[in-house]
Each structure stands twice: as structure tokens, then as C-alpha cells.
């Protein structure tokens, strides 16, 4: 039992280092390093710089452009990118639809969606949930009534994350009532979010930034050959997407990056004359993450080593959501502590490139401390909330 | 044993409630946060006329001679209601500061007007380098031509953009953190030397980054005694602690209340989720949590009088149950309104916000366990 690497492994973490060292361009790590939130044209810009190395589709099959790495290269590139802290591509396209097209879309599809997902020429959003379908999705509402060679869809998405910035959405419908279980009256197609009748309302979240959307689909008409696969296996194809994510739902590379970010901050910075790493409540607080984070790399590791050898997950990769969660917010709630006085200032005006620095308010990025704390909230709730995976969990691991 | 509250003060209560019900409107918050304006002078008037603005203070001060049940019975509705009007920063801390040691005409010259809700002032208890130690003074006070020159900088001074007096506790002798050797004076906000960088806080609430160059005050502008401040300025803190700690239960049981009604409205998977025994239990720790709160607070609000130590101790196992509790039952707030929990536009959230804000007022959850553990060696 061991869990060094091959020496072909060591070659591509090197490789993978490098080119995070090369070609991660210092404009955005700047933005990413001093929370600076990203423009579309920066996010799009990396996700290219991603493509051109052909790392763009670490998950797809090397028919469609995929990487054809093995889990322990995806774990390495995962360290490698946490490590640069570099943004992840934005998941709805290469992460959720495009996995969903070339599974159970037509070649027609696969021809005209898949390369430019891959590309990043085009920006996807999900169009799943309902203001009265949250957890329980398959109750979603918004109708696909066919008519002729269109869909007309009505109804409501909401929680669309960057819906603001999408040409295309993905959305989860009603194609038929008159069904025994309402997962079977659901289809999965495809908008162009400039088609008429789709109106997008900013939501505001908590910490006052505009991250999600309420989107609204009013006679709004699709050619039929936007419907991927059959009408009313939708849900199908949905439960799909889910089982793509296993290598980095538990973000433990980035909550370790964290981590030793934390521990630099409280390490340097003095806090009432000492600082706060030397405090034992707060020693002890970082200790138990560290604990619980090194539990969660291996719950990941022994998933990542069933696959490698061509089992399927065990029952210990469903906890690994709930626990990634609710370590990072931990991890939040540390950095928090650390801040002190500091996370109470509300000056999001300053996390703008070149913001003069007589006019800043704390040092660093202390006061964007508390807009991740509350924004991240969040984690626990969405993807499937921690209660609904621990349903799953107790229904489909302990039999209960 | 008693542990009811008198008529008078059930009135007082009450009067605040209706207020906050009837008249000061989420809405119309909302609107004061998202402008440029820090608090409405409109009820900051209103607080004056109704006395609220009086009650901490002696009769001979012109006040309404309350004390510790009156600030919490108030604080309480003021955190249901969100209220953003610096309470605070005026009558606990500053008032608090004037109250105690200030003499006749400086009451006359400040006191009167707080209390009248004609003048707005700030006390500024922290440094950058502080954490919450009050006594980590690095602004100085140096005597010269027998005026004073204070140089240094303040940091979260609450209400410091509004104010128009600020009080700063200055460095007349000793090292940075002696609790001997610190001074207050009262400054006017418009005197040369002082700048001020003026902010929004996370929970709504406004405060200044405040720097202090070659300020030149008279003697006048002492409050109290010469390098004899720190008791002044560590009983106006432990004040607002338990202030801040009152309005907290109030934002406790508001959001517990809040999370009961939406889950019992929230239907999915064809039943309210209230009906979930998962959370139903949930819903029942806070609930605990809160009357655990509630309970603390009254034991410091009776043990007030005593004073020292063992006011302080109260005070301090109050903050952090406040600390802890708090936080699960904020976040579980959060949590168990899903989405919304995380929305602007929805209240819970900004109540998880002041109720975040209030664990880092005075001293964290931490900072009051290591507090009380080393008043209880003392006793």
C-alpha cells in the first residue's frame, strides 16, 4: 500500500507546475491574489490559455477533446491549479451540458455545441432550479409545450449563477404530466439566451454582489432539435452530470491552499502584540482543520484509488461534499477570526486594480474576509444541499 | 426572587417594540444602507423626542436615571428591527465615557446635547494593532506649552463619520499597553490635524479610519484624570458589551422565530420541510440556544450593580455564549431558508450580518472565554 507517485507522474506534475508558472498570466493571478473579482474577458482569457494547452476537457473523452488522464493526474492537476491559486473553469459548460451532449446528444449536436463549450466561445449557465423547486427539483414547473417544430417554454429559473454573462442555458423542463413519477415528465434542452422572450433579473446575495440571476421564459421558442436525448428522460441525464464530479466536489487541494495561507496571515501578522498563530485557542482551531482536511484528502485518495482500478466509488466518496463544505466554511470562519476589526468594513470599492493605497481601509484583502465568509454560506446549500445529500446517503449507502 | 420588569419599563419596552413594528420598515432601512447616508436624522430625532436618547442617564445629568433592563429591553427591539441609528456609538459609548467623569460644564457643553440628539460623537476604543485589547494605545499625547498634541491613528471608530465630537483615548505616559497612563480627551471632529476616512460596515452600520497629526488641544479637553482613564474606558466597554449582547438575543430570537415560520411554509417533496424530524430537532437547538442566551443575560443584568470582577465575568460569559450560539444560530437561519437565506432582498440575512458583526464588537467569542477563565483565577 502506497500512494507515491510513478515517475511519469512526477514528469507531469512538473509540466503542470511549469505551465501554471508560464502561462497562468500575472494580470488575473494579480486579481485572484487581492480579491479582485474577475471580468467576463478574464475568465474567458484563461479558459483559452486552458484550451490551448488541450486542458480544457479534463474530464471528456479524448474523442471530443478530453485529456484522457487518469484520476491521478486529474488529483495532480487539481493540486497544481489550488497551488497557483488559478481560477477553475466556469463548470456549466465543460462540467455539466458538455458531458450531458456527448453522452446522449445526436452527432448533429455534438457537431455544433461541443467544440465551441470546449473552446470557451461560448458561456453556458444552468437553468435548474424554481423559486418553489429547490431541493426537490424534480417538482420543476417550467413548461416545453411542442408545437410543430418548437418548443414554447414558459416559466422561471432561478439561482442561475452567472446567467448574466451566458449565451446559452441549459434547462431542465416539462415536457408531459401525464406521467407516473414526475422525474419522467422532464426533458433537457438547450436556449440561446438571446432567443426572445427570456428576460434576465440580477438577484443580489448577501454580501451585496451580483452572482445569481432569476430568469424568466415567457412563449419563448426553441427548435425541437435543441432537446437532447428523448423527451422525459431528462432527469436521467441530470442524475448523470453528478457523477462527473467526484474528483473535485471536496476542493481539498484549494481548502489546503487556504489553509497554509491562514497560516502564513497569523504567522506574520500581530494582533494585541504576538501573533494570533502563537494564541492556543486559535493553534488549536487551525489544528482541527488540518486534522479533519488531512481526513477528507484521504476519503478523496481512496476514491480516486477504487477508480483507478476500475471499481466504482465506495460509500465514503458521498461524504465528501458534505464534509468539503463545511470545511471550507471552517476555513472561513478562521479567516474571519484572523481579521478581527478588520472584517467589518464594507469597502468592496477597493478591491479595483490600482486602488491607491492611502485610501485603503486594513491591509491586504482583510476586508473581503467577510463577503466570502457570508457569500459562502452558500456552499452548504447549493449542488444539492447537505441535508439532501445526507438523504442520499442514508437511502442509497445505509439502506434506510 | 423577582425577575419581572416594572411597569415603567414594560412601557419602555413596549413603546420600542410598537416603534420598530410599526415605523421603522425593513424598506425603509434598506434604502439608509444602500445610500450614501449613514442613519436617518429623522429618527434619530424621533429617539430624542421619546427620551430614548435620555434613558442611561443620572436625572441630574437630565436623563431618565435607567440602567442595565432599560439599555437591554431596548437593545433587544433594536436588533429585531435592524436599526441602524447610532444608539451605540452615542449613548452607551460616548455618553458612557461623559457620564462618568466629565465635569459639570463639559456635561453642559456635550452631554446635554447628546441626550437632546443635537450632537453626534464617537469614542475611539481601537487601534490597528489592538486586537481587543483597549489598553494597546500607540496614539500619544505629548504636553506642550501647556496644551496637548495627539498623534496617532484609530481604527473602526463607530459612528466616526457622522460625529462631530470624537473622544480619543491618548497615551499621557507608560508603555503601549500599561493600563496606567491613559488619558480622554474630547475633540472636536472639525479641528486641524484630524482626517478621516469614513465607511460603511458589513452589518449596515458606518464607522471612520481616523488619524490624528499634530492635533493641539487645551486642557479642557481632558476628560477625568490625567493617565487615569483605563477604568472609565473598560466599564464604557463592558457597558456596551452587554448593550450589544442584548441587541444580539433580540436578532437570536427574531431569526429563530423566522426560520420556524418559512419552513413551515416552505413546501417541497409535497409537505411544509417543517415537518422533517431532521430539522425539527434542528429548530429546537436553536431554540434552546436562544433561551440559554437569554438566561445569561439576565444573570449579568442582576449581577450589574455588583461591579468589577464579577460584573465583568457575567459580562464576558454572556459575550461569548453570545459568540457561539449566535453563530449556530445564524448560520442555521441561513441554512434552513435555503437560497433565500443567502439573498439580499430577504431580512435573515442581514440580521446573520449585525449578529456576525456583534461576535468581533468588544471582543470575540475567544477573547471573552480567556477573560472569564482569568477573572475566575482572580476570584
Given at each position: ?6 515517475s511519469?507522474e512526477?514528469a507531469?506534475?512538473?509540466d503542470?507546475?511549469q ?13 485572484q491574489?487581492n480579491?479582485?473579482?474577475l471580468?467576463?474577458?478574464?475568465i474567458?482569457?484563461?479558459q483559452?490559455?486552458?484550451?490551448k ?6 474530464n471528456?473523452p ?5 485529456t484522457g488522464?487518469t484520476?491521478v493526474h486529474?488529483y495532480?492537476?487539481a493540486i497544481?491549479?489550488?497551488n497557483a491559486?488559478?481560477?477553475?473553469m466556469?463548470?456549466f459548460?465543460?462540467?455539466?451540458v458538455g458531458p450531458?451532449i456527448?453522452?446522449f446528444?445526436n452527432?448533429e449536436?455534438?457537431k455544433?455545441f461541443?467544440?465551441?463549450i470546449l473552446?470557451?466561445?461560448v ?7 424554481e ?7 424534480a417538482?420543476?414547473?417550467m413548461?416545453a409545450d411542442?408545437?410543430?417544430?418548437h418548443y414554447?417554454?414558459n ?7 452567472l446567467g448574466?454573462?451566458a449565451?446559452?442555458i441549459f434547462?431542465?423542463?416539462r415536457t408531459?404530466?401525464?406521467v ?5 415528465g422532464?426533458?433537457?434542452v438547450?436556449?440561446d439566451?438571446?432567443t426572445?422572450?427570456?428576460?434576465v433579473?440580477p438577484?443580489?446575495t ?5 452572482e445569481?440571476n432569476?430568469i424568466h421564459?415567457?412563449?419563448?421558442k ?7 436525448g428523448e423527451?422525459?428522460?431528462?432527469w ?5 452530470l453528478?457523477r462527473?464530479e467526484?474528483?473535485s466536489?471536496?476542493g481539498?487541494?484549494?481548502?489546503q491552499y487556504?489553509?497554509r495561507r491562514?497560516?502564513?496571515k497569523?504567522?506574520s501578522?500581530i ?5 494570533l498563530?502563537k494564541?492556543p485557542?486559535?493553534?488549536r ?6 486534522i479533519e482536511l488531512k481526513?477528507?484528502e484521504y476519503t ?8 483507478a482500478?476500475g ?9 465528501l ?9 471552517h476555513i472561513?470562519e478562521?479567516f474571519?477570526?484572523a481579521s478581527g ?5 464594507y469597502?468592496?470599492d477597493?478591491?479595483?486594480?490600482d486602488?491607491?493605497?492611502d485610501?485603503?481601509i486594513?491591509?491586504g484583502?482583510?476586508?473581503a474576509t467577510?463577503?466570502r465568509?457570508f457569500n459562502?454560506r452558500?456552499a452548504?446549500?447549493y ?5 439532501i445529500?445526507?438523504?442520499i446517503i442514508?437511502?442509497h449507502?445505509?439502506g434506510? | ?11 419602555l ?8 413594528s410599526?415605523?421603522y420598515?425593513f424598506e425603509?432601512r434598506?434604502?439608509i444602507?444602500?445610500?450614501t447616508?449613514y442613519f436617518?436624522?429623522e429618527?434619530?430625532k424621533t429617539y430624542?423626542?421619546l ?9 441630574d445629568?437630565g436623563g431618565?436615571?435607567g440602567?442595565p433592563?432599560?439599555?437591554m ?5 433594536f436588533?429585531r428591527?435592524l436599526?441602524i441609528e447610532?444608539f451605540?456609538a452615542n449613548?452607551i459609548?460616548a455618553g458612557?465615557i461623559?457620564?462618568r467623569?466629565a465635569?459639570k460644564?463639559?456635561?453642559e457643553?456635550?452631554?446635554t ?9 464617537a469614542l475611539?476604543?481601537?487601534?490597528k494593532?489592538s486586537g481587543?485589547n483597549?489598553a ?11 496644551n496637548f498634541v495627539l498623534?496617532?491613528e ?6 466616526g463619520?457622522?460625529a462631530?465630537?470624537?473622544i480619543?483615548p491618548?497615551?499621557?505616559?507608560g508603555?503601549?499597553?500599561d493600563i496606567e497612563?491613559?488619558?480622554?480627551f ?6 486641524k490635524g484630524?482626517?478621516?476616512?469614513n465607511?460603511k ?5 458606518s464607522?471612520s479610519?481616523?488619524?490624528l497629526?499634530?492635533?493641539?488641544v487645551?486642557?479642557?479637553a ?12 473598560q466599564?464604557?466597554?463592558?457597558d456596551?458589551t452587554l448593550?450589544?449582547s442584548?441587541?444580539?438575543i ?6 429563530h ?6 419552513t413551515?411554509s416552505r ?7 417543517s415537518s ?7 429548530m429546537?437547538d ?9 438566561s445569561?443575560?439576565l444573570?449579568?443584568?442582576m ?5 468589577d ?8 460569559a ?6 457561539t450560539a449566535g453563530k449556530?444560530v445564524?448560520q442555521e437561519?441561513?441554512q434552513?431558508?435555503?437560497g433565500m437565506?443567502?439573498?439580499w ?11 456576525t458583526a456583534i461576535?468581533i464588537?468588544?471582543?470575540n467569542a475567544d477573547?471573552?472565554?480567556?477573560r472569564f477563565v482569568?477573572?475566575s483565577?482572580k476570584?
Amino acid at each position: 500500500m502506497h500512494i507515491s507517485f510513478t515517475s511519469k507522474e512526477i514528469a507531469f506534475q512538473k509540466d503542470v507546475r511549469q505551465f501554471f508558472t508560464e502561462k497562468y498570466p500575472e494580470a488575473i493571478k494579480h486579481k485572484q491574489n487581492n480579491a479582485i473579482t474577475l471580468s467576463r474577458d478574464d475568465i474567458v482569457t484563461w479558459q483559452k490559455i486552458l484550451f490551448k494547452q488541450g486542458w480544457a476537457g479534463i474530464n471528456w473523452p479524448k474523442e471530443h477533446g478530453g485529456t484522457g488522464w487518469t484520476p491521478v493526474h486529474k488529483y495532480i492537476f487539481a493540486i497544481e491549479m489550488a497551488n497557483a491559486n488559478a481560477p477553475a473553469m466556469v463548470p456549466f459548460g465543460v462540467q455539466m451540458v458538455g458531458p450531458v451532449i456527448y453522452t446522449f446528444g445526436n452527432e448533429e449536436q455534438k457537431k455544433r455545441f461541443l467544440p465551441d463549450i470546449l473552446a470557451s466561445n461560448v458561456w453556458w449557465c444552468q437553468g435548474y432550479s424554481e423559486p418553489g423547486s429547490g431541493s426537490d427539483l424534480a417538482s420543476l414547473r417550467m413548461t416545453a409545450d411542442r408545437k410543430g417544430d418548437h418548443y414554447i417554454l414558459n416559466g422561471t429559473k432561478t439561482w442561475t449563477t452567472l446567467g448574466q454573462m451566458a449565451d446559452w442555458i441549459f434547462c431542465l423542463v416539462r415536457t408531459s404530466t401525464d406521467v407516473a413519477r414526475k422525474q419522467e415528465g422532464i426533458s433537457f434542452v438547450l436556449a440561446d439566451m438571446k432567443t426572445p422572450g427570456i428576460t434576465v433579473r440580477p438577484i443580489i446575495t448577501i454580501e451585496g454582489e451580483h452572482e445569481v440571476n432569476e430568469i424568466h421564459f415567457e412563449d419563448t421558442k426553441i427548435p425541437i432539435t435543441n432537446l437532447i436525448g428523448e423527451e422525459g428522460k431528462g432527469w436521467t441525464y441530470g442524475k448523470v452530470l453528478l457523477r462527473h464530479e467526484r474528483t473535485s466536489i471536496a476542493g481539498v487541494a484549494r481548502s489546503q491552499y487556504r489553509l497554509r495561507r491562514l497560516r502564513d496571515k497569523t504567522g506574520s501578522s500581530i494582533v494585541n502584540g504576538e501573533p494570533l498563530s502563537k494564541n492556543p485557542n486559535f493553534s488549536r482551531k487551525m489544528a482541527k482543520l488540518e486534522i479533519e482536511l488531512k481526513a477528507l484528502e484521504y476519503t478523496e485518495l481512496r476514491t480516486l484509488a477504487a477508480v483507478a482500478v476500475g471499481k466504482a466509488p465506495g460509500p465514503e466518496s458521498s461524504l465528501l461534499k458534505i464534509r468539503g463544505t463545511e470545511i471550507q466554511q471552517h476555513i472561513d470562519e478562521l479567516f474571519m477570526e484572523a481579521s478581527g476589526y478588520f472584517a467589518l468594513p464594507y469597502v468592496p470599492d477597493q478591491y479595483v486594480l490600482d486602488f491607491p493605497d492611502d485610501q485603503r481601509i486594513g491591509s491586504g484583502s482583510e476586508t473581503a474576509t467577510s463577503l466570502r465568509y457570508f457569500n459562502n454560506r452558500k456552499a452548504s446549500i447549493y449542488g444539492g444541499s447537505n441535508e439532501i445529500q445526507k438523504n442520499i446517503i442514508a437511502k442509497h449507502v445505509l439502506g434506510l | 426572587m423577582d425577575l419581572s420588569i416594572s411597569v415603567e419599563q414594560k412601557i419602555l419596552s413596549e413603546s420600542v417594540a410598537r416603534f420598530i413594528s410599526n415605523d421603522y420598515l425593513f424598506e425603509n432601512r434598506m434604502k439608509i444602507a444602500e445610500s450614501t447616508e449613514y442613519f436617518s436624522k429623522e429618527c434619530w430625532k424621533t429617539y430624542a423626542e421619546l427620551g430614548w436618547t435620555a434613558v442611561p442617564f443620572s436625572e441630574d445629568d437630565g436623563g431618565l436615571g435607567g440602567g442595565p433592563v432599560e439599555i437591554m429591553l431596548m437593545m433587544k427591539e433594536f436588533g429585531r428591527g435592524l436599526v441602524i441609528e447610532p444608539f451605540l456609538a452615542n449613548i452607551i459609548l460616548a455618553g458612557g465615557i461623559l457620564k462618568r467623569c466629565a465635569s459639570k460644564e463639559q456635561k453642559e457643553k456635550w452631554l446635554t446635547k447628546i441626550i437632546g440628539g443635537n450632537l453626534q460623537a464617537a469614542l475611539a476604543f481601537n487601534e490597528k494593532q489592538s486586537g481587543f485589547n483597549i489598553a494597546n494605545i500607540s496614539t500619544t499625547a505629548k504636553k506642550e506649552n501647556g496644551n496637548f498634541v495627539l498623534n496617532g491613528e484609530k481604527s473602526l471608530v463607530l459612528n466616526g463619520g457622522s460625529a462631530e465630537l470624537i473622544i480619543i483615548p491618548a497615551r499621557t505616559s507608560g508603555k503601549q499597553d500599561d493600563i496606567e497612563g491613559i488619558t480622554l480627551f474630547a475633540v472636536p471632529a472639525e479641528v486641524k490635524g484630524i482626517k478621516k476616512k469614513n465607511y460603511k460596515t458589513v452589518d449596515a452600520h458606518s464607522a471612520s479610519e481616523i488619524t490624528l497629526s499634530n492635533v493641539n488641544v487645551t486642557k479642557d479637553a481632558i476628560i477625568g484624570r490625567i493617565d487615569n482613564a483605563y477604568k472609565t474606558l473598560q466599564d464604557t466597554i463592558d457597558d456596551a458589551t452587554l448593550a450589544v449582547s442584548a441587541e444580539a438575543i433580540g436578532i437570536m430570537k427574531s431569526l429563530h422565530e423566522k426560520t420556524v415560520e418559512y419552513t413551515k411554509s416552505r413546501v417541497q417533496f409535497g409537505v411544509p420541510i417543517s415537518s422533517f424530524q431532521a430539522l425539527q430537532h434542528r429548530m429546537v437547538d436553536t431554540l434552546m440556544e436562544c433561551e440559554q442566551s437569554e438566561s445569561l443575560l439576565l444573570w449579568s443584568v442582576m449581577v450589574y450593580p455588583e461591579g468589577d470582577a464579577n460584573m465583568q465575568k457575567a459580562i464576558s460569559a454572556l459575550k461569548y455564549q453570545i459568540g457561539t450560539a449566535g453563530k449556530h444560530v445564524g448560520q442555521e437561519a441561513v441554512q434552513m431558508h435555503g437560497g433565500m437565506g443567502v439573498s439580499w432582498e430577504l431580512d435573515v440575512s442581514h440580521l446573520f450580518k449585525r449578529l456576525t458583526a456583534i461576535d468581533i464588537l468588544f471582543g470575540n467569542a475567544d477573547f471573552h472565554l480567556d477573560r472569564f477563565v482569568s477573572l475566575s483565577k482572580k476570584s
